[in-house]
């Protein structure tokens, strides 16, 4: 509730990183980070602290993985990541301020308004922490560039935002072609003690419309929300799609079977159920394209196959 | 309300009951059908609402209906309503029996710890990853329900060991204990970063998903209660008064405590395994109960099982339909309509209660 009420107060800053003169590896550099804030780094970072595993993600992608020096818990990906040392975990009561401190870290970038109290203090205490906020593909190839930029990988970050662009508009040409009889009705279960599922702005509400699907919460606007198992059996989605949380691992016909009035729904009495890695489908980084590319394949196989995939 | 009258009722040394008796068939009445009602409301009313013709329809599985309805009714609605109904009224009595018990018009089932107590029950299952279930439910019914056990237990213990007075010792010790395990809670939470909103959900208590199963589960453990606690309303009435009166007429008040205490805290502890935390319904219904029967708990114990069970039954319609298809949580619903209420009646009735 908080976090959207914060998404409604601050304007994101996401056009300033475009609008930044180019000057390829000349310092200081400055942008306005996710949270609005000016973000001034005087020369190339050499000792980079991420503070959610997206970040951590982009930062490894970029190239600079060789300079983070203090990462989640939580960042498992790639596999070198987890030997950095830990700051914390990932809620922002979780970080220990210290230990980012002791770090010595000349950059540090940080989630969105969930961590604003721990940008706030870190950023009185000298350290330039940029905040990033992704909320779609858009924000995602912006948060690159600008992340690029204040660690000095600004071609890499080029790079790598022009083939994440192809990609994706590559799933987008193809569901382009999907005629609107033939789309088919989405149910993504994010959660299932409480049913959780995901409303129209959510990044994985996106995935499913990009993927071509229509998502049965597409009424929503709430992120994530609880929903009523009646309202699912009553859309009658026909593919249930989910990750593979850390809690109840794979969804299956036999679990979704056996809950009151489930073995109704097209999906169940079909089959059609799959499960997808997490961790492309809910991190904002660049394996959030990956994420799609599974979720368009889980969709279509066949259209996604016709395309050589 | 006069306590010699009812203490004499109580006493059994005379048979007074007659005037009350026959308001209680006339509202008993009233209150039944009002259920009645509430429940057919609750069969029509969510993310799908049904007329009555429909529901008519679906009720009697009618092929003519449509099977998306008969689905949603039989296996969601009704089951979902009834468990509602049967929660509200095992909360109610859990309020009721504790209220008596302890003297006290705070004394609902979460002031004494068992709120508190399941909250760590279920977190702890969370945290350690407890994956066996029980009577086919999930592994978080069995452990908010323990959770809520041990903590009432241990509250008792303290103040049976404390001496004093050990009505006041039990409601300092419910509150203290409802500190620390509050606290572990919140530890634990943060100690492995648990996703907050299957706790939440826990905390602030749901029907969402509950089928026939937990129905099946639930209504034999609100009846045993029920039944124990019906057998004894004369000791609770005399206990009412006081435990030295209740003493010298012979009552073996101990006993009598324990016996209460257990079959208020089944039925308390039942309630959180199946929905979660539920508030303000334990504490509301049997002072609306008491308002409009008086203190006997002959009258008290169902008149108040059934306004608990009327006010779950709206709280869950509420929770189900307010921002459909998204679902509240119904512990938000209760306190959003209780608070208020109860606000209202403790100033009518000049900041005094029971």
């Not at chain 1, 994706?168 to 003690?193: C, H, Q, T």
């Not at chain 1, 409480?194 to 959510?202: F, I, K, L, N, Y």
């Amino acid at each position: 509730m908080l976090r959207r009420l914060a998404v409604l107060a601050i304007v994101w800053g996401l056009p300033a990183s475009t609008a930044t003169v180019r000057a390829a590896e000349s310092w200081p550099q400055v942008v306005t980070d996710g949270l609005g804030r000016s973000v001034r780094i005087e020369r190339k970072p050499l000792r980079v602290v991420s503070m959610t595993p997206a970040n951590t993600e982009i930062l490894f992608a970029l190239g600079a993985g060789d300079r983070v020096v203090g990462v989640t818990s939580w960042c498992t990906y790639p596999e070198e990541a987890k030997s950095r040392p830990k700051i914390g975990g990932f809620a922002a009561t979780t970080i220990h301020l210290e230990a980012v401190v002791a770090l010595r870290p000349d950059l540090v970038i940080a989630g969105d308004e969930a961590q604003s109290l721990v940008v706030g203090t870190l950023a009185q205490l000298g350290i330039p922490v940029l905040s990033v906020k992704v909320r779609d593909f858009a924000g995602l190839y912006a948060v690159i560039g600008q992340v690029g930029q204040l660690v000095g990988e600004r071609e890499a970050a080029e790079t790598l935002v022009g083939s994440l662009r192809r990609r994706v508009e590559a799933v987008v040409a193809r569901s382009r072609l999907i005629p609107p009889e033939k789309r088919l009705r989405v149910y993504w279960e994010v959660f299932d003690a409480p049913v959780m599922s995901a409303g129209r702005t959510s990044m994985v509400g996106q995935l499913i419309e990009l993927a071509g699907g229509i998502n049965v919460f597409a009424d929503v606007r709430e992120e994530y929300p609880q929903v009523n198992t009646e309202a699912v059996v009553a859309r009658n989605p026909e593919v249930i799609l989910g990750a593979d949380m850390t809690q109840g691992g794979a969804l299956t016909v036999e679990i979704l079977r056996a809950r009151p009035g489930w073995s109704t729904i097209a999906a169940v009495r079909e089959g059609r159920i799959h499960t997808l890695p997490a961790d492309p489908t809910s991190r904002p980084g660049p394996r959030l394209v990956d994420g799609l590319e599974k979720v368009a394949a889980a969709l279509y196989p066949q259209t996604a196959e016709g395309a050589g995939r | 309300m006069n306590r010699s009258r009812e203490f004499s009722a109580a006493a059994g040394t005379s048979g007074t009951e007659p005037a009350s008796g026959r308001r209680l068939g006339g509202w008993s009445v009233l209150l039944g059908v009002t259920l009645l009602l509430s429940m057919a409301a609750s069969l029509c009313l969510g993310a799908v609402t049904l007329s009555f013709e429909e529901l008519w329809t679906a009720l009697r599985r009618d092929p003519a209906g449509e099977a998306v309805q008969q689905v949603i009714l039989w296996d969601l609605r009704l089951p979902r309503t009834l468990l509602a109904a049967a929660v509200g009224a095992g909360l109610a009595i859990a309020g009721t029996a504790f209220q008596a018990i302890f003297r006290n018009a705070l004394a609902d089932p979460y002031v004494i710890g068992a709120s508190s107590g399941a909250a760590l029950g279920t977190t702890l299952a969370l945290t350690l990853g407890w994956s066996t279930g029980f009577a086919g439910l999930g592994p978080l019914p069995p452990a908010a329900f323990l959770g809520a056990l041990a903590a009432v237990s241990v509250a008792l213990l303290l103040a049976e060991t404390g001496g004093g007075s050990s009505v006041t010792s039990l409601l300092l010790a419910g509150t203290a204990l409802g500190a620390m395990l509050s606290a572990a809670v919140s530890f634990l939470l943060l100690w492995r970063d648990q996703p907050w909103f299957q706790v939440f959900n826990w905390l602030l208590g749901s029907f969402s998903g509950r089928g026939w199963s937990h129905v099946a589960v639930a209504w034999p453990y609100f009846a045993v209660s029920f039944v124990v606690l019906w057998f004894t309303a004369r000791p609770l009435d005399a206990l009412t008064s006081g435990e030295e009166t209740a003493r010298s007429l012979g009552l073996r008040v101990r006993a009598v405590r324990l016996l209460v205490i257990g079959a208020a805290t089944l039925a308390a502890g039942v309630a959180v395994a199946m929905s979660g935390i539920i508030g303000f319904v334990g504490l509301i219904a049997p002072h609306i109960a008491r308002l409009l029967f008086g203190a006997g708990h002959r009258r008290l114990l169902p008149a108040s099982a059934l306004l608990g069970a009327i006010l779950l039954v709206w709280a869950d319609i509420g929770a189900r339909s307010v921002l459909a298809p998204v679902e509240v949580p119904v512990g938000i619903v209760t306190a959003g309509i209780g608070g208020p209420f109860f606000l209202f009646l403790l100033k009518r009735r000049g900041g005094r209660l029971a």
